[in-house]
T-cell receptor, first 111, second 115 residues
Framework: RKEVEQDPGPFNVPEGATVAFNCTYS??????FFWYRQDCRKEPKLLMS???SGNEDGRFTAQLNRASQYISLLIRDSKLSDSATYLC????????????FGAGTQVVVTP | DVKVTQSSRYLVKRTGEKVFLECVQD?????MFWYRQDPGLGLRLIYF???????EKGDIPEGYSVSREKKERFSLILESASTNQTSMYLC??????????????FGAGSRLTVL
């Protein structure tokens, strides 16, 4: 089993709709979690950090479920510009400075 | 605007050539990283450095070496490029503590093709 797993998608979402997807992690000791977005052929950029139960930034909400060991990302009122791959990143707890990356979830927002 | 700058966006090299990929950050970050990203495999750590002249192997260091002579610069070297090193190479940096610890800032990437 991969240590950080994501549904690769693609999630095809009509403009204006809501989409949500999860990232499961295997290390129960993980304390912080990050969502990055990566546009096609571009670098990943930080979208949100999650340190406790969740975080909200405008149309984006991240939630942490420690019991089931997953974080979710919800995008409300989807825009065409939200089309991207969303990467889940979890710092390693036993190897300082290193990170585990999910393979990414592709979201395609359609007109 | 803080930045991680990778000197070459696109490179085409021949098998056996030596390749230098340069990365410079202006955020005074202690940690710097080199990843490669391939379809279906995600990001894989090649090397990272937590201080000047310090380096640690990542998950796939074979065929690569690195150099960090100054805090702001982290270079990736392919001593003898091979076709299986065709990939997108991403440099990143992060502070070692304080606000933003564990937050990675990536460069724009260097897409290397080895013929």
């Amino acid at each position: 089993r991969k240590e950080v797993e994501q549904d690769p998608g693609p999630f095809n979402v009509p403009e204006g709709a809501t989409v949500a997807f999860n990232c499961t992690y295997s290390n129960s000791a993980s304390q912080s979690f990050f969502w990055y977005r990566q546009d096609c052929r571009k670098e990943p950029k930080l979208l949100m950090s999650v340190y406790s139960s969740g975080n909200e930034d405008g149309r984006f909400t991240a939630q942490l479920n420690r019991a089931s060991q997953y974080i979710s990302l919800l995008i409300r009122d989807s825009k065409l510009s939200d089309s991207a791959t969303y990467l889940c990143v979890v710092p390693l707890t036993d190897s300082w400075g290193k990170f585990q990356f999910g393979a990414g979830t592709q979201v395609v927002v359609t007109p | 605007d803080v930045k991680v700058t990778q000197s070459s966006r696109y490179l085409v090299k021949r098998t056996g050539e030596k390749v230098f990929l340069e990365c410079v950050q202006d955020m005074d970050h202690e940690n710097m990283f080199w990843y490669r990203q391939d379809p279906g495999l995600g990001l894989r750590l090649i090397y990272f450095s937590y201080d000047v002249k310090m380096k640690e192997k990542g998950d796939i260091p074979e065929g690569y070496s690195v150099s960090r002579e100054k805090k702001e610069r982290f270079s990736l070297i392919l001593e003898s490029a091979s076709t299986n090193q065709t990939s997108m190479y991403l440099c990143a940096s992060s502070p070692s503590g304080g606000v933003g610890a564990n937050v990675l800032t990536f460069g724009a990437g260097s897409r290397l093709t080895v013929l």
